[in-house]
């Protein structure tokens, strides 16, 4: 009988293989061609211009195999999400009649969004239609979640919620904004109300940011020093800190 695990590498050998065949099919994936709006609430507006404008990232600092597993296992509990909802009475909505996501497109389609869903009917003790989101997070930023709410714990992600709720009209009702513990399955739900302030200031931002840069201006990054954790994991930290400020 052939030893496949012979060898001390066997595992590591064979994790390379899926993991270049996702970087390979990464690299053919079509790049969009506008600001994503779900983006809207990264604290470098420099950053979300070269997002923007697709400028390359800084060799070596591609997305790494292993992130790209857990970027595919968030799809994956989003299809989970969707069934347990719809099982649990929710009238959950997540194609047009005609296919696709539900989504917008404005400024010549330079700013768009896409969301995973609207809710417009269930159980009585809720309103409708609302906006549905949903995320997989590990277990510590899953409980760092739980503890301090959406709007302190992830303004990334309660900014895309205000943005959406703003652009498709579902401000009226709160959103329900999940979230899946990827290790214990365990399920966190907030009921969002419509901060207009926010998707206002959104709004703004995305403006200035497609202005900028449609121009060839650099704006002022997030950040004074090179060193900060947020710049460190940043795909274009180099080319950023290589031009002036």
Known sequence: MLNYNHEPDAQERFSALIDQALQTAEQQTPKRQYLGASRLGVACSRAL???YAQAPVDP????PGQLLRVFRRGHVMEDAMIDWLRLAGFDLRTE???GGQFGFSLLDGKLQGHIDGVIVAGPDSYAYPCLWENKCL???SWRDLEKHGLAVSKPIYAAQVAIYQAYLQLHEHPALFTAINADSMAIYAEWV???GALAQRLSDRAVNIIAATDAGELLPRGFTDATHFECRFCGWQDR???VGA
Not at 60 to 63: I, K
């Open 60 to 63: 070596g600092r591609e997305f």
């Open 193 to 195: 109300p419509f901060d």
């Open 49 to 51: 211009q070269y997002e």
């Open 240 to 242: 950023c800190w290589e």
């Open 138 to 140: 590990n277990s510590k």
């Open 96 to 98: 047009k009649a005609n």
